[in-house]
Protein backbone atom coordinates (compact mmCIF):
# COMPACT_ATOMS: atom_id res chain seq x y z
CA UNK A 1 0.00 0.00 0.00
CA UNK A 2 1.55 3.49 -1.01
CA UNK A 3 2.21 6.08 1.74
CA UNK A 4 -0.58 8.70 0.46
CA UNK A 5 -3.90 5.60 0.97
CA UNK A 6 -2.10 4.21 4.13
CA UNK A 7 -2.21 7.96 5.98
CA UNK A 8 -5.90 8.50 6.05
CA UNK A 9 -6.79 4.82 7.17
CA UNK A 10 -4.00 5.62 10.14
CA UNK A 11 -5.56 8.77 11.15
CA UNK A 12 -8.40 7.00 11.41
CA UNK A 13 -7.78 4.28 13.96
CA UNK A 14 -5.27 6.75 16.18
CA UNK A 15 -7.95 9.54 16.19
CA UNK A 16 -10.35 6.70 17.91
CA UNK A 17 -7.87 6.59 21.19
CA UNK A 18 -6.47 10.17 20.83
CA UNK A 19 -7.16 12.59 23.66
CA UNK A 20 -6.71 15.62 23.61
CA UNK A 21 -9.10 17.26 26.02
CA UNK A 22 -8.93 15.70 29.67
CA UNK A 23 -11.83 17.27 31.05
CA UNK A 24 -14.31 14.54 30.27
CA UNK A 25 -11.95 11.54 30.34
CA UNK A 26 -12.35 8.43 32.23
CA UNK A 27 -10.87 5.33 32.32
CA UNK A 28 -13.46 2.77 32.38
CA UNK A 29 -14.86 4.43 29.21
CA UNK A 30 -11.89 2.53 27.43
CA UNK A 31 -12.06 -1.19 26.59
CA UNK A 32 -8.52 -3.22 27.49
CA UNK A 33 -10.26 -6.08 25.11
CA UNK A 34 -10.92 -3.32 22.29
CA UNK A 35 -10.37 -3.72 19.02
CA UNK A 36 -12.14 -1.11 16.93
CA UNK A 37 -13.71 -2.56 13.76
CA UNK A 38 -11.40 -5.01 13.70
CA UNK A 39 -11.98 -8.47 14.55
CA UNK A 40 -10.34 -11.38 15.81
CA UNK A 41 -10.30 -13.56 12.34
CA UNK A 42 -9.02 -10.17 10.95
CA UNK A 43 -5.65 -10.30 12.82
CA UNK A 44 -4.15 -11.49 9.89
CA UNK A 45 -4.74 -8.56 8.10
CA UNK A 46 -3.97 -6.28 10.98
CA UNK A 47 -0.41 -8.08 10.92
CA UNK A 48 -0.02 -6.98 7.33
CA UNK A 49 -1.23 -3.75 7.80
CA UNK A 50 1.31 -3.32 10.67
CA UNK A 51 3.75 -4.29 8.37
CA UNK A 52 3.27 -2.04 5.68
CA UNK A 53 2.76 0.80 8.53
CA UNK A 54 6.65 -0.42 9.65
CA UNK A 55 7.66 -0.11 6.03
CA UNK A 56 5.61 3.62 6.13
CA UNK A 57 7.43 4.59 9.04
CA UNK A 58 10.86 4.21 7.87
CA UNK A 59 9.93 6.40 5.18
CA UNK A 60 8.74 9.19 7.06
CA UNK A 61 11.46 9.09 9.64
CA UNK A 62 14.12 9.35 6.65
CA UNK A 63 12.37 12.61 6.13
CA UNK A 64 12.52 13.75 9.88
CA UNK A 65 16.17 13.15 9.55
CA UNK A 66 16.90 14.55 6.27
CA UNK A 67 15.00 17.81 7.14
CA UNK A 68 16.83 18.24 10.33
CA UNK A 69 14.35 20.46 11.64
CA UNK A 70 11.94 18.53 14.40
CA UNK A 71 12.39 15.57 16.65
CA UNK A 72 9.63 13.53 18.01
CA UNK A 73 9.27 12.23 21.87
CA UNK A 74 7.29 9.46 21.72
CA UNK A 75 6.10 8.15 25.99
CA UNK A 76 5.27 4.99 27.53
CA UNK A 77 3.57 4.57 30.52
CA UNK A 78 1.66 1.64 31.47
CA UNK A 79 0.76 -1.25 34.41
CA UNK A 80 3.69 -4.23 34.26
CA UNK A 81 3.37 -6.84 31.07
CA UNK A 82 1.20 -4.32 29.44
CA UNK A 83 3.37 -4.81 26.30
CA UNK A 84 5.67 -1.71 26.09
CA UNK A 85 8.80 -3.39 25.27
CA UNK A 86 6.97 -5.74 22.19
CA UNK A 87 5.13 -2.77 21.28
CA UNK A 88 8.13 -0.55 21.04
CA UNK A 89 9.96 -2.85 19.52
CA UNK A 90 7.79 -4.49 16.76
CA UNK A 91 6.63 -0.70 15.88
CA UNK A 92 10.38 0.93 15.63
CA UNK A 93 11.50 -2.70 13.84
CA UNK A 94 12.33 -0.49 10.37
CA UNK A 95 13.42 2.14 11.80
CA UNK A 96 16.95 3.33 11.18
CA UNK A 97 19.00 3.16 14.01
CA UNK A 98 20.87 6.16 13.21
CA UNK A 99 17.28 8.38 13.60
CA UNK A 100 15.87 6.61 16.98
CA UNK A 101 16.65 6.85 20.44
CA UNK A 102 15.26 4.68 23.03
CA UNK A 103 15.58 5.13 26.69
CA UNK A 104 13.81 2.88 29.60
CA UNK A 105 13.39 5.00 33.03
CA UNK A 106 13.92 2.66 36.06
CA UNK A 107 13.72 3.41 40.04
CA UNK A 108 15.58 6.69 40.55
CA UNK A 109 19.52 6.54 40.83
CA UNK A 110 21.04 7.98 43.86
CA UNK A 111 22.39 10.43 41.33
CA UNK A 112 18.86 10.76 39.92
CA UNK A 113 17.52 12.01 43.37
CA UNK A 114 20.19 14.78 43.95
CA UNK A 115 18.53 16.76 41.07
CA UNK A 116 14.77 17.74 39.88
CA UNK A 117 12.76 14.63 39.25
CA UNK A 118 12.76 15.49 35.68
CA UNK A 119 16.36 15.94 35.09
CA UNK A 120 17.35 12.44 34.10
CA UNK A 121 14.53 12.55 31.64
CA UNK A 122 15.35 15.80 29.79
CA UNK A 123 19.12 15.16 29.63
CA UNK A 124 17.90 12.51 27.32
CA UNK A 125 15.41 14.15 24.78
CA UNK A 126 16.07 13.60 21.63
CA UNK A 127 18.19 15.40 19.21
CA UNK A 128 16.77 17.57 15.80
CA UNK A 129 15.95 14.79 13.45
CA UNK A 130 15.32 12.17 15.44
CA UNK A 131 12.65 9.56 17.30
CA UNK A 132 13.31 9.84 20.98
CA UNK A 133 11.65 6.75 22.96
CA UNK A 134 11.05 7.10 26.33
CA UNK A 135 9.91 3.93 27.93
CA UNK A 136 8.44 5.67 31.28
CA UNK A 137 8.91 8.92 32.12
CA UNK A 138 9.24 11.75 33.80
CA UNK A 139 5.22 10.57 34.54
CA UNK A 140 5.90 8.13 37.03
CA UNK A 141 6.34 11.04 39.74
CA UNK A 142 2.71 11.33 39.47
CA UNK A 143 2.18 7.51 39.08
CA UNK A 144 4.08 5.11 41.41
CA UNK A 145 5.00 8.29 43.77
CA UNK A 146 1.44 9.00 44.38
CA UNK A 147 0.76 5.31 44.81
CA UNK A 148 3.51 5.22 46.75
CA UNK A 149 3.97 8.91 48.88
CA UNK A 150 6.68 7.52 51.06
CA UNK A 151 8.73 7.76 47.93
CA UNK A 152 8.57 11.42 48.31
CA UNK A 153 10.83 11.28 51.75
CA UNK A 154 13.63 9.93 49.30
CA UNK A 155 13.30 12.78 46.77
CA UNK A 156 15.35 15.48 49.52
CA UNK A 157 12.52 18.16 48.57
CA UNK A 158 12.18 20.79 51.55
CA UNK A 159 9.44 19.86 53.69
CA UNK A 160 7.02 23.03 53.18
CA UNK A 161 7.20 21.87 49.45
CA UNK A 162 5.07 18.62 49.83
CA UNK A 163 1.54 19.59 50.09
CA UNK A 164 -1.65 18.71 49.06
CA UNK A 165 -1.31 20.58 46.01
CA UNK A 166 1.92 18.35 45.01
CA UNK A 167 0.45 16.46 41.90
CA UNK A 168 -1.60 19.39 41.00
CA UNK A 169 2.08 21.35 40.65
CA UNK A 170 3.15 18.46 38.83
CA UNK A 171 0.63 18.61 36.30
CA UNK A 172 1.29 21.96 35.88
CA UNK A 173 4.82 21.41 35.22
CA UNK A 174 4.42 18.90 32.89
CA UNK A 175 1.99 20.62 31.13
CA UNK A 176 4.34 23.62 30.88
CA UNK A 177 7.42 21.32 29.75
CA UNK A 178 5.39 19.81 26.86
CA UNK A 179 4.02 22.99 25.94
CA UNK A 180 8.07 24.44 25.64
CA UNK A 181 9.11 21.56 23.74
CA UNK A 182 6.43 22.07 21.28
CA UNK A 183 7.07 25.32 21.24
CA UNK A 184 10.90 24.43 20.17
CA UNK A 185 10.14 21.99 17.56
CA UNK A 186 10.20 18.75 19.69
CA UNK A 187 6.57 16.85 18.36
CA UNK A 188 5.24 14.73 21.96
CA UNK A 189 3.23 11.95 21.96
CA UNK A 190 1.93 10.00 24.71
CA UNK A 191 0.81 6.47 25.06
CA UNK A 192 -0.99 4.70 27.84
CA UNK A 193 -1.03 1.03 27.41
CA UNK A 194 -4.49 0.11 28.65
CA UNK A 195 -4.14 -4.04 29.90
CA UNK A 196 -7.16 -5.32 32.48
CA UNK A 197 -5.98 -6.94 35.62
CA UNK A 198 -7.41 -10.18 34.30
CA UNK A 199 -5.00 -10.06 31.27
CA UNK A 200 -1.94 -8.86 33.11
CA UNK A 201 -2.21 -11.96 35.55
CA UNK A 202 -2.43 -14.12 32.28
CA UNK A 203 1.02 -12.69 31.50
CA UNK A 204 2.17 -12.70 34.38
CA UNK A 205 2.04 -16.81 34.84
CA UNK A 206 3.46 -17.05 31.24
CA UNK A 207 6.47 -16.10 32.40
CA UNK A 208 6.40 -18.02 35.72
CA UNK A 209 5.56 -21.27 33.46
CA UNK A 210 8.15 -20.62 30.19
CA UNK A 211 10.98 -21.14 31.33
CA UNK A 212 12.53 -18.46 28.25
CA UNK A 213 10.13 -15.68 30.62
CA UNK A 214 11.02 -16.52 33.43
CA UNK A 215 13.68 -13.40 33.31
CA UNK A 216 10.90 -10.89 32.89
CA UNK A 217 9.57 -11.50 36.07
CA UNK A 218 9.87 -9.89 39.43
CA UNK A 219 8.31 -10.74 42.61
CA UNK A 220 7.65 -7.13 42.89
CA UNK A 221 5.78 -6.38 39.98
CA UNK A 222 3.04 -9.25 40.98
CA UNK A 223 3.29 -7.02 44.90
CA UNK A 224 1.43 -3.91 42.61
CA UNK A 225 -1.01 -5.78 42.02
CA UNK A 226 -2.25 -4.77 45.03
CA UNK A 227 -2.08 -1.45 44.23
CA UNK A 228 -4.18 -1.88 41.09
CA UNK A 229 -7.16 0.68 42.00
CA UNK A 230 -4.61 3.05 43.11
CA UNK A 231 -2.69 2.79 40.35
CA UNK A 232 -5.70 3.25 37.42
CA UNK A 233 -7.45 6.44 39.70
CA UNK A 234 -3.73 7.56 39.41
CA UNK A 235 -3.68 7.43 35.40
CA UNK A 236 -7.22 8.51 34.86
CA UNK A 237 -5.84 11.66 37.17
CA UNK A 238 -2.68 12.10 34.57
CA UNK A 239 -4.64 12.17 31.23
CA UNK A 240 -7.32 14.33 32.42
CA UNK A 241 -4.70 17.02 33.80
CA UNK A 242 -2.21 16.63 31.02
CA UNK A 243 -4.01 15.58 27.49
CA UNK A 244 -3.49 18.60 25.63
CA UNK A 245 -4.13 19.37 21.74
CA UNK A 246 -0.05 19.62 21.31
CA UNK A 247 0.84 16.62 23.67
CA UNK A 248 -2.19 14.10 23.54
CA UNK A 249 -2.74 11.15 25.03
CA UNK A 250 -3.43 8.06 22.77
CA UNK A 251 -5.39 5.66 25.13
CA UNK A 252 -4.61 2.09 23.82
CA UNK A 253 -6.11 -0.94 24.69
CA UNK A 254 -3.52 -3.91 25.57
CA UNK A 255 -5.48 -7.05 25.83
CA UNK A 256 -4.53 -8.02 22.28
CA UNK A 257 -1.05 -7.23 21.39
CA UNK A 258 -1.37 -7.05 18.36
CA UNK A 259 -4.39 -4.29 18.21
CA UNK A 260 -1.88 -2.90 20.32
CA UNK A 261 0.95 -2.51 17.64
CA UNK A 262 -1.27 -1.43 15.00
CA UNK A 263 -2.75 1.45 17.32
CA UNK A 264 1.26 2.56 18.26
CA UNK A 265 1.82 2.16 14.65
CA UNK A 266 -1.32 4.03 13.05
CA UNK A 267 -0.40 7.30 15.52
CA UNK A 268 3.20 7.61 14.60
CA UNK A 269 2.75 7.32 11.34
CA UNK A 270 -0.54 10.00 11.54
CA UNK A 271 1.97 12.20 13.79
CA UNK A 272 4.89 12.37 11.28
CA UNK A 273 2.41 12.59 8.52
CA UNK A 274 0.95 15.70 9.63
CA UNK A 275 4.41 17.34 10.07
CA UNK A 276 5.03 18.34 6.34
CA UNK A 277 8.35 16.68 6.05
CA UNK A 278 10.27 16.76 3.23
CA UNK A 279 14.11 16.32 1.57
CA UNK A 280 15.99 19.31 1.70
CA UNK A 281 15.66 20.89 -1.62
CA UNK A 282 18.59 21.59 -3.55
CA UNK A 283 19.59 25.47 -4.99
CA UNK A 284 20.87 25.82 -8.41
CA UNK A 285 23.81 26.91 -6.88
CA UNK A 286 24.03 23.07 -5.50
CA UNK A 287 23.03 21.21 -8.41
CA UNK A 288 25.84 22.89 -10.86
CA UNK A 289 28.20 22.05 -8.17
CA UNK A 290 26.79 18.25 -8.17
CA UNK A 291 27.24 18.26 -12.25
CA UNK A 292 30.19 19.13 -12.26
CA UNK A 293 31.20 16.42 -9.50
CA UNK A 294 29.43 14.16 -11.70
CA UNK A 295 31.37 15.09 -14.99
CA UNK A 296 34.68 14.46 -12.75
CA UNK A 297 34.15 11.10 -11.72
CA UNK A 298 33.15 9.73 -15.38
CA UNK A 299 35.90 12.11 -16.37
CA UNK A 300 38.08 10.07 -14.38
CA UNK A 301 37.13 7.01 -14.47
Same mark, same amino acid.
Not at 5 to 26: M, Q, S, T, V
Not at 99 to 118: I, N
Not at 124 to 150: A, D, K
Given at each position: ??????????????????????????????????????????????????????????? !???? #???? @???????? $???? *? +???????????????????????????????????????????????????????????????????????????????????????????????????????????????????????? !???? #???? @???????? $???? *? +????????????????????????????????????????????????????????????????????????????????
Amino acid at each position: MKLKELIPRAHELADHYCIKDGKKFRLKDIDPGDTAWLKEEQKPLAKQALQEGIEALAE !LQER #LYAQ @DRRSVLLI $FQAM *D +AAGKDGAIKHVMSGINPQGCQVYSFKAPTSEDLDHDYMWRCLKSLPERGRIGIFNRSYYEETLVVRVHPELLNKQKLPPELITKRIWDERFEDIRNLEQYLTRNGVVVRKFFLHVSKKEQ !LKRF #LSRL @DEPAKNWK $FSSA *D +AQEREFWGDYMKAYEDMIRNTATDDSPWYVVPADNKWFTRTVVAAAVIDTLSSLDLHYPKVDEAKRQELAEVREALLGAN
